[in-house]
């Protein structure tokens, strides 16, 4: 036999590729180990995909995979826009992330392949495509018999608003494992708490004296008064639905990026701006009243008092028009005048 002949070395060559391709391509002890290894090098334990991650992973390993991946799909040019409020979401999802792995750090290493994931549009658009994910937020269920992206079960787009509680409940449908009791950080570091404690020691003596003495912002009536109009201001500008609905306080105009909506038509929704620009002509109306009730009838000049109480009047009117006429414009119902029918 000739060893030029191109057909006898091909011949020869094919079982040595088909045993190289078997070395070379991972077990499922391999993945595991790996989906191990990358979430111990996240402090939250969230492991960051891309489209070379995503077909390692899920599209070129057998079904049944060992290991289930919770994913998170995530946009930074959308991070901005604070309807999505995906910044939130993602630290919310982290929380979850680490609440499970921390839950479960002591039990069987079944317990631990469960593996929370995200994915960045802008890195990985194939993936989005392959998931077939559309709108944001969005997150996926890829269990061990899934055998495509598609076929993943997504959360439903109502149980955001719970954040990391929905979330977690997600999690324990899917995989029928306990995510745990969710552990945020506390609001004030242990440093600052004693950092915090050691000022308080030190000016104990001094705020004692000036409480003895009377001398203190707290027994000073100009404090108690801008606290009155704060409050004022606080309850007319509608602050507390703000918080509680988590309002933004302006929208980006999706027809014109460069232009911002302070103010937003239709009864069912208030921006943060309408709110205040609403609350700060009440608390006009209000300091006029009361600078009308207790300053101004200590006149003694006639003339100035009714000059001066003219002015307050048209300044009272112009705000509560201002007030009306944004009502108007918002809900589409008109106010107007009844008059007497003497008068007509």
């Given at each position: ?8 070395l091909l011949?020869l060559?094919?079982?040595?590729l088909?045993?190289?391709s078997f070395?070379?391509?991972p077990?499922?002890?391999d ?7 990358l ?6 334990g ?5 489209d070379r991650?995503v ?11 060992p290991?289930?991946?919770i994913?998170?799909?995530d946009?930074s040019q ?9 910044t939130?979401?993602?630290?919310e999802?982290?929380l ?13 290493a079944?317990s631990?392949?469960?593996f929370f994931?995200d ?12 998931f ?8 996926r ?11 993943s ?9 719970r954040?990391?509680?929905?979330m977690a409940?997600f999690?324990?449908?899917?995989t ?10 506390p609001?004030?570091?242990p ?9 308080l ?7 004692i004296k000036?409480?003895?003495?009377g ?15 704060f ?5 007319v ?6 918080i ?8 980006q ?5 460069d ?12 921006l943060?701006a ?8 009440y608390?006009?109306?209000g300091?006029?009243?009361a600078?009308a ?5 200590r006149?003694r000049?006639?003339?100035?008092q009714?000059?001066v ?6 300044v009272?009117f112009?705000a ?20 007497p029918?003497s008068?007509?």
């Amino acid at each position: 036999m000739d060893p030029r002949n191109p057909l006898l070395l091909l011949f020869l060559a094919i079982p040595a590729l088909i045993s190289l391709s078997f070395a070379t391509s991972p077990s499922a002890d391999d993945l595991v180990a790996e989906l191990e290894t990358l979430r111990a090098q996240s402090p939250s334990g969230v492991i960051h995909l891309d489209d070379r991650a995503v077909s390692r992973f899920l599209t070129s390993t057998p079904v049944p995979r060992p290991y289930s991946l919770i994913i998170f799909f995530d946009a930074s040019q959308l991070r901005s826009k604070p309807d999505l409020h995906l910044t939130q979401l993602r630290s919310e999802f982290a929380l979850v992330s680490s609440s499970f792995t921390d839950h479960h750090a002591s039990s069987p290493a079944a317990s631990l392949r469960v593996f929370f994931c995200d994915i960045e549009f802008q890195e990985s658009q194939a993936s989005f495509s392959l998931f077939g994910v559309t709108a944001l937020p969005h997150v996926r269920y890829v269990g061990p018999h899934h055998h495509s992206p598609r076929d993943s079960e997504s959360m439903d787009q109502s149980g955001f608003s719970r954040l990391a509680e929905s979330m977690a409940e997600f999690v324990e449908a899917k995989t029928k494992l306990p995510v745990g009791p969710i552990v945020r950080p506390p609001p004030i570091s242990p440093r600052q708490i004693a950092f915090l404690a050691v000022a308080l020691l030190i000016s104990a003596p001094f705020l004692i004296k000036r409480i003895l003495e009377g001398d203190t912002m707290l027994h000073d009536r100009r404090f108690w008064m801008a606290l009155a109009v704060f409050v004022y201001f606080f309850s007319v500008a509608g602050t507390m639905h703000n918080i509680i609905r988590k309002m933004p306080m302006f929208l980006q105009d999706r027809n014109d990026p460069d232009r911002l909506i302070f103010f937003y038509q239709g009864s069912g929704m208030q921006l943060g701006a309408e709110g205040f620009a609403v609350g700060f002509l009440y608390t006009i109306v209000g300091l006029i009243v009361a600078f009308a009730t207790h300053v101004l009838v200590r006149l003694r000049n006639t003339t100035a008092q009714r000059g001066v109480m003219l002015v307050v009047m048209l300044v009272a009117f112009w705000a509560v028009k201002k007030v009306i006429h944004l009502d108007n414009w918002k809900t589409g119902y008109s106010v107007h005048a009844f008059w007497p029918t003497s008068w007509r």
